[in-house]
């Protein structure tokens, strides 16, 4: 069994900052690349970043400069820090972290963005 659970939504103002965090527990020997998507309503889930064990990054186009993906990999842990916050960044963010093949998701956590 994996669990993944997301923290840290919310809502702030544009221009304003968030820190995600997102933490994998129970049978994650093999935890590798970790995640963060993101899905607004009416559209379809998307990439925001994500980053492999050894550190390697790799950002949607629309948060390159504004947000940054980490992880603790003693916590099983990833973080998104996002800033310069804009109203077209609201959406439910959900969190993935890959086990060997599978792919186990966090149950989501709102970030709300307001002009």
């Known amino acids: 069994q994996v669990e993944v659970v997301e923290s840290g939504g919310g809502l702030v103002q544009a221009g304003g900052s968030l820190r995600l965090s997102c933490a994998a527990s129970?049978?994650?020997?093999?935890?590798?690349?970790m995640g963060w998507y993101r899905q607004a309503p009416g559209k379809q889930r998307e990439l925001v970043a994500d980053?492999?064990?050894?550190?390697?990054?790799n950002y949607a186009d629309s948060v390159k400069g504004r947000f940054t993906i980490s992880r603790d990999n003693a916590k099983n842990t990833v973080y998104l820090q996002m800033n310069s916050l804009k109203p077209e960044d609201t959406a439910v963010y959900h969190c993935?972290?890959?086990?060997?093949?599978?792919?186990?998701w966090g149950q989501g956590t709102q970030v709300t963005v307001s002009s």
């Open positions: 129970g049978s994650i020997l093999n935890l590798g690349l």
């Open positions: 980053i492999t064990r050894r550190g390697s990054t």
């Open positions: 993935d972290a890959r086990v060997g093949p599978y792919d186990y």
